[in-house]
């Protein structure tokens, strides 16, 4: 079983920046995909930004491009905030899965990670 813990969660002032940590308990390397996702209360988890173990491609949501950036090392996953805006203010969930079988183009799909963080909250305040 594969564990993920987020840390690095804050309150920030638009146009600042925030570096988000989660630490993996197995080798990330082993792991095909990993994502950061974030939810505010009514709407629904959004994929923020993913990538991909094995040539490091990343994707991103349109509203996060050019700000934030994904990495990964042996030991976990990373989300590079930039440029906060108020409508980032969520709790961000990092996730991962084993699994070699789905599209890439799956990648923001929840149901495509199988193991989850407890989530990290991020308030962007004006």
């Known amino acids: 079983q594969v564990q993920l813990m987020e840390s690095g969660g804050d309150s920030a002032q638009a146009g600042g920046s925030l570096t988000l940590s989660c630490v993996v308990s197995a080798d990330t390397s082993t792991l095909d995909r990993l994502a950061w996702f974030r939810q505010v209360p009514g709407k629904k988890r959004e994929a923020v930004a993913g990538?991909?173990?094995?040539?490091?491609l990343t994707y991103y949501t349109d509203s996060v491009k050019g700000r934030f950036t994904i990495s990964r090392d042996n030991a976990g996953l990373s989300l590079q905030m930039n440029s906060l805006k108020l409508e980032d203010t969520a709790v961000y969930y990092c996730?991962?899965?084993?699994?070699?079988?789905?599209?890439?183009?799956?990648?923001?799909?929840?149901?495509?990670?199988?193991?989850w963080g407890q989530g990290t909250q991020v308030t962007v305040s004006s």
């Open positions: 996730a991962a899965d084993n699994r070699k079988i789905y599209p890439r183009d799956s990648w923001s799909r929840d149901d495509r990670y199988n193991y």
């Open positions: 990538i991909f173990t094995y040539d490091g």
